[in-house]
T-cell receptor, first 116, second 114 residues
């Protein structure tokens, strides 16, 4: 079945530094990927929609200059949290849509970001 | 975007059948209904997807009435490992790049009791 790989699974960084999270579709092409954020005991909140070869579409309230998204290939999207602060600590999850097949959305296993 | 409403939590004993119902009154014609399971600190895992009537796979069944304004996920003979949060999502994944958005509701926290 469709596999979405997310890396790293967890990361700890110092306040003010930047962190990059990768999302890969391992066995299918994904022109569209989605990035979510999930705080403890809450649901997933869509941050942005990532489209291969074009600019990402951000949800209201999500700073595009802080959460940089690059979707340079059909199998890879990256989310960079720039100048991270403790309030950015969260669980970040990506998902990918198979461009060629009518299959459900598949999710990565998430990245736990802790900013100290 | 179709909004979904589910019970916040449910408890069940091991071995029982569990039915979780989701309301989606403003579902669109092209929308599919998809259920996901999420364990703590993991990404959502696909369970089942349907458009109308009944769909069954090796882990669950999905019942969708004719008006499609609700759906019921049925988990047969649950075990302790089925304790998780279950999300019902509605949308058309192939409506065009950028226009497909899956909005997560609060989900249903299922607790299976021994």
């Amino acid at each position: 079945g469709a596999v979405v790989s997310q890396h790293p699974s967890w990361v700890i960084c110092k306040s003010g530094t930047s962190v990059k999270i990768e999302c890969r579709s391992l066995d299918f092409q994904a022109t569209t990927m989605f990035w979510y954020r999930q705080f403890p005991k809450q649901s997933l909140m869509l941050m942005a929609t990532s489209n291969e070869g074009s600019k990402a579409t951000y949800e209201q309230g999500v700073e595009k200059d802080k959460f940089l998204i690059n979707h340079a290939s059909l199998t890879l999207s990256t989310l960079t949290v720039t100048s991270a602060h403790p309030e950015d600590s969260s669980f970040y999850i990506c998902s990918a849509l198979d461009s060629l097949n009518n299959s459900p959305l598949h999710f990565g296993n998430g990245t736990r970001l802790t900013v100290t | 975007l179709a909004k979904t409403t589910q019970p916040i939590s449910m408890d069940s004993y091991e071995g029982q059948e569990v039915n979780i119902t989701c309301s989606h009154n403003n579902i669109a014609t092209n929308d599919y209904i998809t259920w996901y399971q999420q364990f703590p600190s993991q990404g959502p895992r696909f369970i089942i997807q349907g458009y109308k009537t009944k769909v069954t796979n090796e882990v669950a069944s999905l019942f969708i009435p004719a008006d499609r304004k609700s759906s019921t996920l049925s988990l047969p003979r649950v075990s302790l490992s089925d304790t998780a949060v279950y999300y019902c999502l509605v949308g058309d994944p192939h409506s065009g790049a950028g226009s497909y958005q899956l909005t997560f509701g609060k989900g249903t926290k299922l607790s299976v009791i021994p």
